[in-house]
């Protein structure tokens, strides 16, 4: 009987740490986003610019399909097993998974969602998708090279398509598949798969770059799509790249596309 209720504990703990969703808080400060003119890869849209950031958590891992099951009731993913990053997520689910995760644990809600019209209140204490700007200063960790493992990035490293290597580097291993969440070891800042494995939807509407430094910068005004940043399993490395910007209309789901979570830290 003793041995059945230590099995039992050690299960209930197992599913808790599937469940849970850890973040890590960040100071904030001031960092450049964007990319040199020099990079290999770089597109027009990555213009550099000073921007400085309030203090803010941001989920440690991908949202796994436990947890998102756990919250939303479903799992859309197609390849599913309960520690892997959830996809197939369009972004206006990621939203409704932000606000139905505030309300399980107590915190105000931080979207406002009239059929496809979405409001921030950006003074609650909710989850989030977190802005581009966040996203790519969790991603640098402090860095200024093209990843934040350096100039170059391998399957080793990361979960993407290893046979289209970075700026012509040598061929690694193409998984062709998700991947568990925290497989690699994390950045400087404790984040696992910023580079790779799903890409991660963020708040912003895609547009060119506000010029001039910035605060808490939070996209354009208006637009049709929505950023994801990171890259997923599919992609070249050069999608993988800290600066790199990618988009798609809020409603699309692909087997490439997850997201992490974000909370104000103020």
Same mark, same amino acid.
């Given at each position: 009987?003793?041995?059945?209720?230590?099995?039992?504990?050690?299960?209930?703990?197992?599913?808790?740490?599937?469940?849970?969703? !850890?973040?890590?808080?960040?100071?904030?400060?001031?960092?450049?986003?964007?990319?040199?003119?020099?990079?290999?890869?770089?597109?027009?849209?990555?213009?550099?610019?000073?921007?400085?950031?309030?203090?803010?958590?941001?989920?440690?891992?991908?949202?796994?399909?436990?947890?998102?099951?756990?919250?939303?009731?479903?799992?859309?993913?197609?390849?599913?097993?309960?520690?892997?990053?959830?996809?197939?997520?369009?972004?206006? !689910?990621?939203?409704?998974?932000?606000?139905?995760?505030? !309300?399980?644990?107590?915190?105000?809600?931080?979207?406002?969602?009239?059929?496809?019209?979405?409001?921030?209140?950006?003074?609650?204490?909710?989850?989030?998708?977190?802005? !581009?700007?966040?996203?790519?200063?969790?991603?640098?960790?402090?860095?200024?090279?093209?990843?934040?493992?350096?100039?170059?990035?391998?399957?080793?490293?990361?979960?993407?398509?290893?046979?289209?290597?970075?700026?012509?580097?040598?061929?690694?291993?193409?998984?062709?598949?998700?991947?568990?969440?925290?497989?690699?070891?994390?950045?400087?800042?404790?984040?696992?798969?910023?580079?790779?494995?799903?890409?991660?939807?963020?708040?912003?509407?895609?547009?060119?770059?506000?010029?001039?430094?910035?605060?808490?910068?939070?996209?354009?005004?208006?637009?049709?799509?929505?950023?994801?940043?990171?890259?997923?399993?599919?992609?070249?490395?050069?999608?993988?790249?800290?600066?790199?910007?990618?988009?798609?209309?809020?409603?699309?789901?692909?087997?490439?596309?997850?997201?992490?979570?974000?909370?104000?830290?103020?």
């Amino acid at each position: 009987m003793k041995k059945i209720s230590i099995l039992l504990l050690m299960m209930f703990i197992a599913l808790s740490n599937l469940i849970a969703i !850890e973040t890590v808080r960040l100071n904030g400060g001031v960092f450049t986003q964007g990319s040199p003119i020099e990079e290999a890869g770089r597109s027009s849209n990555e213009s550099q610019r000073q921007v400085t950031l309030s203090p803010f958590f941001i989920g440690k891992y991908e949202v796994t399909q436990s947890q998102y099951e756990e919250i939303m009731g479903t799992n859309p993913s197609h390849n599913k097993a309960p520690n892997l990053p959830v996809e197939q997520v369009s972004w206006f !689910e990621a939203i409704e998974f932000c606000n139905k995760l505030s !309300e399980k644990e107590g915190l105000t809600p931080v979207y406002t969602i009239d059929g496809r019209a979405v409001t921030w209140n950006r003074n609650t204490d909710g989850y989030r998708l977190p802005t !581009e700007a966040e996203w790519e200063y969790a991603c640098r960790a402090g860095t200024l090279t093209v990843f934040s493992t350096g100039i170059n990035i391998t399957s080793a490293q990361a979960n993407y398509d290893g046979t289209r290597p970075f700026n012509n580097n040598e061929r690694t291993e193409y998984r062709r598949t998700t991947i568990p969440a925290g497989s690699f070891a994390p950045n400087a800042f404790g984040l696992f798969d910023m580079h790779g494995n799903v890409g991660e939807w963020c708040w912003d509407i895609n547009g060119v770059y506000a010029a001039g430094p910035q605060t808490d910068p939070a996209g354009a005004a208006s637009g049709g799509y929505r950023i994801f940043r990171g890259g997923g399993w599919n992609h070249p490395a050069d999608f993988l790249r800290s600066a790199k910007r990618s988009a798609n209309t809020p409603t699309t789901r692909g087997h490439y596309l997850g997201f992490r979570v974000a909370r104000n830290a103020n």
